[in-house]
T-cell receptor
Framework: DGGITQSPKYLFRKEGQNVTLSCEQNLNHDAMYWYRQDPGQGLRLIYYSQIVNDFQKGDIAEGYSVSREKKESFPLTVTSAQKNPTAFYLCASSWGLAARETQYFGPGTRLLVL | AQKITQTQPGMFVQEKEAVTLDCTYDTSDQSYGLFWYKQPSSGEMIFLIY??????QNATEGRYSLNFQKARKSANLVISASQLGDSAMYFCAMRTPSIQGAQKLVFGQGTRLTINP
């Protein structure tokens, strides 16, 4: 089955620690995205990538970093510079960047700070 | 400004009734895409239906249809014959070339739909 997988489902971060969220897709999509969702809110874009080895900042990139070394993988690192990381993180992918292209989402990772 | 507005924070509907979830949008672009997603308590965002700005017919997908009124800038989701499994958060979203070259979706605040047996 084609789809998007995210791991882990739950992640706990200690103060000053960097953590990495995994996102893998086997849909052969070119574009991938990371969104953050806070309780009772819609989604906000953190980073996106159109092709391998290229990525762009979204609205709330501070305190986050990404890499795109393979087409199917787009991991997100939450660094210690992110002061309020507790949130639900969703990865998405699409064929391209046109307005008509549907973004499909993974199951999400819930990050909690200890 | 590119913006999506969902004015119904919560809705309660009896099972088997039809329900309409409101969505209005604001954009100056001529080409844009409108999307509805369902988010159950598990958290995953499930794509439901898409409407392109140049599509002349309203989109339909099974029990879901989109009531697209371009002049009024509204894109309401209609769910026919609601089921208990329809209970979830529903988000309206938009992609336009003006928003970072259509790289991102702009989401509304969502409507929490509860289906009562």
């Amino acid at each position: 089955d084609g789809g998007i997988t995210q791991s882990p489902k739950y992640l706990f971060r200690k103060e000053g620690q960097n953590v990495t969220l995994s996102c893998e897709q086997n849909l052969n999509h070119d574009a991938m995205y990371w969104y953050r969702q806070d309780p009772g809110q819609g989604l906000r874009l953190i980073y996106y990538s159109q092709i391998v080895n290229d990525f762009q900042k979204g609205d709330i990139a501070e305190g986050y970093s990404v890499s795109r070394e393979k087409k199917e993988s787009f991991p997100l690192t939450v660094t210690s510079a992110q002061k309020n990381p507790t949130a639900f993180y969703l990865c998405a992918s699409s064929w391209g960047l046109a307005a008509r292209e549907t973004q499909y989402f993974g199951p999400g990772t819930r990050l909690l700070v200890l | 400004a590119q913006k999506i507005t969902q004015t119904q924070p919560g809705m309660f509907v009896q099972e088997k009734e039809a329900v309409t979830l409101d969505c209005t949008y604001d954009t100056s672009d001529q080409s844009y895409g409108l999307f509805w997603y369902k988010q159950p308590s598990s958290g995953e965002m499930i794509f439901l239906i898409y409407q392109g700005s140049y599509d002349e017919q309203n989109a339909t997908e099974g029990r879901y249809s989109l009531n697209f009124q371009k002049a009024r800038k509204s894109a309401n989701l209609v769910i026919s014959a609601s089921q208990l499994g329809d209970s979830a958060m529903y988000f309206c979203a938009m992609r336009t070339p003006s928003i970072q070259g259509a790289q991102k979706l702009v989401f509304g605040q969502g409507t929490r739909l509860t289906i009562n047996p």
